[in-house]
């Protein structure tokens, strides 16, 4: 008696599209044969993870120790572009016939205060003035010299440019501002907890006077030319707003002089830190172990898959 014939494999094909599927019973005995090479070397796994787990848990207590110092910062509001925009804004008709374009009361200067903080040339010239880029680059540099070390492959030698100390400064500093609350947080790292608390009070306090010197020269400026504005027009509703300009823009300056937080104010102070934020020394090892399997079993695979080249041969 004949046996039926076995019925043809179906894929995607007999749905209309032109894919096949193969459906072989081999596919099974490859699976467990591959979940039986992973249990024969179990042990060689377990010891992979263990090993370079504490491997990487030893090596982390040669990473130099740092500390982290967190200040919670709320912007100073009442900006002093938008009050004098609203006062421009109530004779703009006048004050476009002179010329004088009306401050944007959109531009807030929280907006300007936090790029102030995270941009290039204020974080450069605040690791110059506080003597961090040696610390930055301690393998550039000769302590006992007190010099930039020459090239030494691949090492690059002399000091570091700008564009390398803003890329350091990225791991030294951290600046975040909460969406809903509009709150500035401000974490520096230090190599002891007394040098993290005070490079943390020396950030806040730079980007204030920063912002406050650059307010007071911007009105200083406006001044002078709304001085010359009214020695060249002889129009009073002119010279009216002119003098009301003015007079804004005096406040302005007499109000930046005497604040001391003049675009963020301290609501919580820079802590000194009890326990090191870097390195973490436990999150090093687990992730290292993990790696040290994936590769481990990266290898197994490569040596199921080319079995059948090594039987060949």
């Known amino acids: 008696m004949s046996q039926p014939a076995p019925e043809p494999a179906r894929g995607a094909a007999d749905r209309g599209h032109w894919v096949w599927i193969p459906q072989t019973a081999d596919s099974g005995w490859l699976l467990a044969e591959l979940l039986g090479e992973f249990r024969r070397y179990r042990k060689q796994l377990a010891i992979v993870f263990i090993a370079v787990g504490a491997i990487a848990f030893v090596v982390t207590f040669f990473v130099p120790v740092r500390y982290a110092s967190t200040a919670i910062l709320s912007p100073v509001g009442d900006s002093p572009a938008s009050s004098l925009g609203a006062l421009a804004s109530q004779l703009s008709g006048l004050a476009g016939l002179a010329g004088i374009q009306a401050p944007d009361s959109s531009g807030d200067r929280t907006v300007v205060t936090i790029a102030t903080l995270q941009s290039r040339g204020f974080q450069v010239d605040f690791a110059n003035r506080h003597g961090l880029v040696p610390l930055l680059f301690p393998w550039r540099y000769d302590e006992a010299a007190e010099q930039w070390k020459g090239e030494l492959w691949p090492l690059r030698g002399g000091p570091p440019s700008e564009d390398e100390i803003f890329d350091a400064m990225g791991g030294v500093v951290e600046v975040a501002q909460d969406p809903l609350t509009g709150l500035v947080a401000l974490s520096v790292l230090g190599y002891s907890p007394e040098q993290a608390k005070s490079l943390a009070t020396a950030f806040a306090g730079e980007i204030n006077e920063r912002m406050r010197v650059t307010e007071v020269a911007e009105a200083e400026r406006s001044i002078e030319h709304l001085k010359r504005q009214i020695a060249g027009t002889e129009v009073a509703e002119l010279r009216q707003v002119f003098y009301g300009l003015i007079s804004q823009r005096t406040k302005d300056a007499l109000l930046a002089n005497v604040a001391d937080e003049f675009a963020l104010r301290t609501v ?45 041969a």
Request: aromatic residues 8%; positive net charge; charged residues 20%.
């Open 268 to 312: 919580d102070p820079p802590s000194l830190p009890d326990s090191p934020a870097k390195p973490r020394r436990l999150l090093v090892a687990v992730l290292a172990a993990v790696l040290g399997v994936i590769l481990f079993s990266g290898w197994i695979l490569l040596r199921f898959a080319l079995r059948p080249f090594r039987a060949a």
